[in-house]
């Protein structure tokens, strides 16, 4: 069954990652791996520390001239930044007052500072913000990517973009065309479908920094060509909608997440928002209309899979907000750390990438994962049946 | 760890549910899991399915003289309507033309009928609803009303409720009371707040119904009292708000989850939805807000935790929709199962109970669930802890 | 995934199981069902309560017409003898002094009678013993028969078998012939390969019986046919026989677990025990011998799998052992329950079932295991495909 | 929960690994960790490998300033020898002809050449070996240093030696005190406690070498001050025996796993392996032996845990075994690889590893293992209530 596990503070030596389960014989490009790194650290409304960071992967474990051996993947991502930090976060030299300066005694409310303290014990919260800060996600971009490679072959694309920042955008999109939309959102620097809002969010996003705030905004991913019926009905935990919601909720940031039209499903009629069965000669089964998002009993059912995710403002205001330091216990203003106006375009990376993640696994573990031909083979035996059901 | 899975098929014998890892030294009230199978059945808007059934459940395994053992618990209950479908849902006669009757070979769009045929290569798509069915929640409300039980032992409660049907509703609640809540709600039939908003959800149901259509809505559960520190922010998978998406979105017809502001959240200013922290004498650590709905980095964070939940209409529908014969591949209209126009009341119940049962798992998994007595005595001194944090 | 779970207690109304997992359209003989539930209870040296029990399994859940679902399997056996202790161990009755009897205060030494009371904080440890007794076995075997009876229908046959009780034994088993074997053990009430050494055991049994003692044994447990490549040496919680190690060990009264040679390989030369490789045309790759138990880096190798299972004796005696009242401390005998002299037949049952049920799960894992036509269609594509290797 | 994962190819760039659930607050001696490295490197033997490997292992996430953050623990080790095979072993360059020399075409019975070729589909059977090889056991050796660590922080100590050498040994080791067991396996080169047999095993093991020929031999585990309760009797998979052995199975070239008496238990009377309970103000509860090996029900009883472990021989004969070629499949004789004639005295450190990392889990799933302090606390309690059960 392919899993993953990651490990890494933000200012840490390194990020690293190991991913379980990936079939033999996929043939891994690297420099795509890059781009996708390169493009979470992209985006409008980010920060100074993404100039710093130039994020590239090296693979360490389960890979041979460029074809995965079946074996765990190992991946390293160096933090550039460490450099600066290297005596505050050195793993093994004894803390000393010269290399425990910057502590964090001041939590911020909205990140996992305060209760991260109590729950560990730390009285320097810097304890906690290292693991729990969104750098993380960078790792999770590069595995996502090695998962959409994956599903590249088995004939799976699959996109996350931006279809809202603030109070600006929402409005429908157009299109589940996954190769439509990635051409759209290559033309801003949003990853929006709608070129005549990105104007507005500009300005947005200008004004929310300039006030020292910051701004949610929520985010799509498509998958195309995924074969009905992964996933299952039988047990709540079978269902892949299910998965796929923890993986959503998972990710730095998100308060909601939800499949097709949502939240609009439960204001609407069932005779409005149900995907009506076609079958004729050319293209077998089919719908009409994808309200439920490629999901009918957490089951795919052949459509494009939709997933919204509602991502909340970063909770690193420069206009800080009340809080307490935990030593003293007085009232004081937050800490600030460095950090982004918003962070919704790298946000629709990660969620593209775990959406990527939870579909290959689904797949490898509904099939043979060990080797990637058979995989194929037993896939496209799969979509014939399907076809002629 | 606390887990369970269930069996039956809606028209079969029995639901059986077993759900290990319950703490030994609890005492159960079984009237009050009867009393929560009870209102699971009610709430304006249901068919008459629920007029044959009273659900009542039977414990028989890992309770004795009322109290758990700490070994797994058995649970059954019995599906009264099974007379009726004996022959046709009978485990081990052989299928002759006789007990085979009312096979459904026209797939409902929105169920899992269709897809659930192509996966388990089923031709007579009974073999899929019958277990695809929300029939199966019913033994879920029973798992979940013994956390709940185990919960108030530990000082939480929790309570979920309508808040919208269709369009009506949505309006803010006042509240995060719990006994507040459980009261208002139970002044109707429709486990909603507002009394101002039952008339015209009436209304809406009626016509909805006399239109042969289905209407969706809107859930909110929220648990009061919760330590802070269940979850941890320090892997994807070990976040607490995760695991509780995934249970939501585990709820037939489910189509969203979102914890506090949700979406709303997405579309807002950092300075609006963080929730100041506070600390002084008499309350220790505290929040001035919740609109994070309890939750900072995947953790709790002390204040009642609220996730809301989007239900879509039930997709069977008295004017069915168009589909095509799994046999014939001819076009028809989808088959009619008895069904309800909306679901929304006794889904209230089963996603405050999902949301129970993930709330005792954590418990139990954070503490030592072995038996009740050392539970509390640990719980007591973390919560001392947090309290002196 | 298949997995499974039980509950029910020794004297309480009922075991439960449910089974998840198993492949859509197989059909299930319920006979052979209760065959091998009677093949538990019966072999030489077994006391009394097998003649109380006439042990049957209902299935209500995940069959219609003895073809299975998908959906989760209930399964239910009636514990006959609680008749006799409905009062005792009725779930919803309060706890009086009648309804209290029969208590357990002086612990077993061997059994989890003295540590689950400590663990679970119980004074009466039958709150212990009857969960803890081997009773929930019988659910286990039905399990495993669901299981057999799924390997079959894959070409893939087992057996469990008897090789040595107490001293007695232990002689090289001359063959790894499922079929061979299961006839040859039905020539005695030992299930025992070698007829000349039946003799001796009975009169081992007899004498250990009347010296209120009990006696151990050594199982084994041969699968055939059972395609090479189960399993991964990538990770050791990949591997086949560290999922059968678990398994074994995890029946109770189990103190050791080996894949063929065992400890002997441990003594020997690798000259010794190492399975030469051969290809030729007709029989493509084989091995000339079998020393490793048909297992190689954790994988199944396609020689036959061979398991064995040190059984320690039962810990109940006749003439009981040193322990202390668990209330007043005072040095006592211990308690008996009614107990056999050795269990050992039943045993070879349960670990020829959960044998089975591992060996389904890697199969139903590795595979698409939602319908057993497809999931034939694909063990046959790969059978194929390791003979053109 | 404490899991943990490894990644690495022999002769690969590095073992990397990644440590989730320790406790925060538990400072790491990293020259401890080196020294079970460069224990597990030596012993009598061993081939020349060892000689090229100095392990040393670097933290890069999950510590800081020696202490643990409650982060995933980060953990590499270089492998020296990738120097000499930068280009074979290279994951990002295509293949050549000039990199890909070395290939193994002739499996070696016994390892996992043959059948990870199938499975994966390679026919560089380096592609399997590169992982299968024991030497991603370096890595365990040093996961399970930080849990033998945290263990000694709740005062539980235990060590892994060597009681048999093929035929020699096997004689009972007269004490249970890891202290005493510890000094007398470091009065020699064997790891073994009696140091008369020492020289007997060095002349089997120069033999041996002499021969071509490899030697197994037999592990004991002895673990002390275990609190009584951990793991539980409700069902077979909660049982900690159970997870025991499948940890010890899932090690290179494990063919059995014993608790306590074993296999010999299995050839005894009842009478003669209890460990009958005893009372006493000082003691409070104690059995007067261990046969079970501090194992009831599957639970800790507080006794010793005694877990043996049975190595077969290496596969690897500098005089090899009969195979065929995977290409042209003619008959030949196994490729070689550098490789020990005996391996026992490292895979006694890695058994050890793999018990103190199955003792790490248990006792941070059953209590709270978020933060050292908290953890010993909560044990402190438990022994107490044990004490006075």
Known sequence: ??????????????????????????????????????????????????????????IVGGVRHRITLGSPIALV???????????????????TPQNT??????PRPGHADLVGGMKYRHRDLRNVLERSSARKTAMRVAIGNICKQLLRQL???????????????GTAVPTHDVARITTAIQENDLRMVDQTEVGAVHDLIDQTKRAGDTVGGIIRVIAENVPAGLGSYVNWDTKLDAKLAAAVMGVNAMKGVSIGAGFT?????????????????????????????????????????????????????????????????????????????????????????????????????????????????????????????
Chains 1, 2, 3, 4 share one sequence.
């Open 1 to 58: 069954m392919l899993s993953y596990v990651t490990a890494g503070e933000s200012h840490g030596p390194q990020l690293t990652g190991i991913v379980t389960g990936v079939p033999a014989g996929l043939e891994l490009d690297v420099a795509e791996l890059n781009t996708a790194l390169a493009a979470r650290q992209g985006g409008y409304g980010r920060g100074n520390r993404q100039k710093i960071e130039h994020d590239q992967v090296q």
């Open 77 to 95: 991502i160096q933090n550039r930044d460490h450099a600066h930090w290297s005596q505050i976060m050195d793993p093994t030299a004894e803390a």
């Open 265 to 389: 499903a439960a204001q609407s009629f069932g005779s409005q928002v149900m995907d009506p069965i076609n079958w004729d000669e050319t293209n077998h089964w089919s719908r009409a209309s994808d309200h439920l998002g490629g999901f009918e009993g957490g089951m795919t059912n052949g459509m494009p899979i939709i997933v919204n995710a509602a991502m909340k403002p970063i909770p690193t205001l420069y206009q800080p907000l009340p809080t307490a330091d935990v030593n003293t216990k007085e009232a004081k203003k937050a800490n600030v750390e460095r950090s982004d106006t918003t962070a919704i375009v790298p946000a629709s990376l990660v969620i593209e990438s775990v959406v990527a993640i939870e579909l290959a696994k689904v797949i490898t573990d509904t099939f043979d994962g060990s080797n990637l031909g058979r995989l194929q083979e037993q896939v496209a035996v799969y979509r014939q049946e399907l076809a002629d059901y």
């Open 101 to 106: 300066l910057r502590k964090v005694e001041r």
């Open 155 to 169: 004939g799976i694309d699959l996109v996350g973009f931006v279809t809202q920042v603030g109070p600006i955008g």
